[in-house]
């Protein structure tokens, strides 16, 4: 299946709204992917689909030597003035395709990925990318929302309101033990897993609406899509949703964004 055109539309909604003020409520989950990666000084480190750069950001800081990639170049412009502004210049951000990497076999000691590769459309593609420039020895630590958890509710309401394309698997597969241990196979050891969560907190549904309608790619693009009726539709099924998440003892909203970390020997 040719995802090209997909993937230029995906490279478009990334560079939607603000995804740095998204990013900055990952801080958690993306400290406990650093720890369970167990960073070494000198280490040759990709991160994967980098976004605007924080997981790079963090291997650097660990010593590492890192190349940090992504589809979208809106992003790595932020991602590079971000570790400029660390004192980090020495980062090798680049353009490129989780399903075809600009990378050499066996060159990373460690690949990491914060949840930004599991919305590449090519699944199998992306694990044999991630065999192919891991060195022999080496791992593969991702983080991943998990198919159970409140950002697979956030695009399940979603998807309600603006389908999907037809015939692409669930990014959320990658959150699956399971699923996981079908697409890395046999060119990795028996994967080991780590569950968190990363809440995203506010002072009512309505303070986390308006975050990620004006700031989230994806929700950025299907409030674009949607007018009057179907928009007001779209917005109250979502208030709705946080809602749910309403904590008793002050009533303020704690959203649960359940993860799964994957860490797994290269063979």
Not at 55 to 81: F, H, K, N, S, W
Not at 90 to 115: H, K, M, Q, Y
Not at 179 to 187: D, M, P, Q
């Amino acid at each position: 299946m040719d995802y090209s055109e997909l993937k230029k539309k995906q490279r478009a909604t990334w560079a939607l709204g603000e995804y740095d003020r998204i990013a900055d409520g990952l801080t958690v989950s993306t400290d406990q992917t650093l720890r369970v990666a167990r960073i070494r000084p000198g280490e040759r480190v990709l991160d994967l689909a980098t976004g605007t750069g924080i997981t790079a950001i963090a291997a650097r800081e660990r010593g590492a030597q890192v190349t940090a990639v992504d589809l979208t170049p809106e992003l790595l412009d932020i991602a590079r003035d971000k570790a400029r502004a660390e004192g980090y210049g020495d980062i090798d951000f680049r353009e490129g395709d989780a399903e075809s990497l600009p990378l050499p076999d066996g060159a990373i000691d460690v690949v990491l990925s914060t949840c930004g590769h599991m919305f590449a459309p090519d699944q199998p593609r992306v694990a044999a990318e991630l065999a192919r420039v891991t060195r022999p020895g080496g791992r593969v630590v991702f983080l991943a929302w998990t198919p159970e958890g409140g950002l697979a509710g956030w695009f399940r309401i979603t998807n309600r309101h603006v389908p999907p394309p037809p015939g692409v698997a669930s990014p959320f597969n990658w959150g699956d033990p399971a699923k996981v241990r079908e697409l890395l196979g046999s060119a990795f050891g028996e994967p080991a897993f780590v569950h968190g969560d990363c809440p995203q907190f506010g002072d009512s549904p309505e303070d986390i609406w308006n975050l990620f309608s004006t700031r989230y790619g994806p929700t950025v693009r299907a409030v674009s899509a949607l007018q009057g009726d179907a928009l007001q539709a779209f917005r109250r099924d979502m208030l709705d949703y946080l809602a749910g998440y309403r904590a008793a003892a002050d009533g303020k909203i704690r959203w649960g964004r359940e993860y799964l970390i994957t860490r797994a020997l290269r063979a």
